[in-house]
T-cell receptor, first 112, second 113 residues
């Protein structure tokens, strides 16, 4: 079973920041938080991951709370092309078997 | 560089037929994964290959499903005696090693009539 809880859907206005929350209250010390997204009819796309520090890359920022029980993915200036299902996944970096366990994700709709 | 590729992109078959789905991972990636995504469902892990180690088949739903990875590169997922409930998008991913980010292919949409 997925170890994360995400809202099923969110809307965001184009050009605004999209803030996608994720709860992972049972995360253990060796587990990272990964974010993937899946645009309609495409395979999932890696976005970002982190352990306990905030992370930023060219796609997004990841804010992890100090207790690591929740995180927020931030798309600073959402565009229509960011409309997708966003998955938050917790997994050990050196996990057994390498498999990712996806939940239902958040369907983000970016509107003009 | 080239990403993960899968073929065919779409496959329609009749119930009871066998199908083979192909995955070409990113060159140099030692880890390869198969997942499937049924309509309205999340992604479900099927099988994982790492180098020359025995594959982790723990996600295969039945013995009608099998997969192989020849020469540590291309992988084929075979479904024998297909059933309607096998209809799904089958996704392949690869990573440089088991600790690295997984990169997904576009998937094969399988429809069993």
């Amino acid at each position: 079973d997925a170890k994360t809880t995400q809202p099923p859907s969110m809307d965001c206005a184009e050009g605004r920041a999209a803030n996608l929350p994720c709860n992972h209250s049972t995360i253990s010390g060796n587990e990272y938080v990964y974010w993937y997204r899946q645009i309609h009819s495409q395979g999932p796309q890696y976005i970002i991951h982190g352990l306990k520090n905030n992370e930023t890359n060219e796609m997004a920022s990841l804010i992890i709370t100090e207790d690591r029980k929740s995180s927020t993915l931030i798309l600073p200036h959402a565009t229509l092309r960011d409309t997708a299902v966003y998955y938050c996944i917790v997994s050990p970096r050196y996990n057994q078997g390498g498999k990712l366990i996806f939940g239902q994700g958040t369907e983000l709709s970016v509107k003009p | 560089g080239a990403g993960v590729s899968q073929s065919p992109s779409n496959k329609v078959t009749e119930k009871g037929k066998d199908v083979e789905l192909r995955c070409d991972p990113i060159s140099g990636h030692t880890a390869l994964y198969w997942y499937r995504q049924s309509l309205g469902q999340g992604l479900e892990f099927l099988i994982y290959f790492q180098g020359n180690s025995a594959p982790d088949k723990s996600g295969l739903p039945s013995d009608r499903f099998s997969a192989e990875r020849t020469g540590g590169s291309v992988s084929t997922l075979t479904i024998q005696r297909t059933q309607q409930e096998d209809s799904a998008v089958y996704l392949c991913a690869s990573s440089l090693d088991p600790t690295d980010t997984q990169y997904f292919g576009p998937g094969t949409r399988l429809t069993v009539l």
